[in-house]
């Protein structure tokens, strides 16, 4: 099984969807993440948010360089809005 989270404009500051689980597994049925949207959510660029380059580096090894670069595009109207001097900068 596999996922696309679409969570553009939900006011998101953070996102954990391996907190009971590994990359890429979501949950402990299997279902892996395949595809993430986040455009337009004031993002807190911590190391909770580690997990999306190592989701990244999954996506390259697994399915290829093309799919990667879909990943990342996907990800680059994401953007850190709250961290300490660093507001605006692009998450990937």
Do not use: M
Not at 10 to 38: D, I
Not at 58 to 74: A, S
């Amino acid at each position: 099984k596999l996922l696309h989270l679409h969570l553009d404009d939900n006011l998101l500051q953070t996102l954990e969807p391996f907190a009971h689980s590994q990359v890429p597994y979501v949950n402990s049925h299997g279902t892996t993440l395949h595809g993430l949207s986040l455009s337009n959510n004031p993002l807190d660029c911590d190391c909770r948010l580690a997990w999306i380059n190592h989701w990244l580096q999954y996506i390259r090894r697994t399915y290829g360089q093309d799919v990667y670069e879909e990943r990342r595009q996907q990800l680059r109207d994401a953007q850190c809005r709250t961290v300490k001097n660093f507001s605006n900068l692009f998450l990937v």
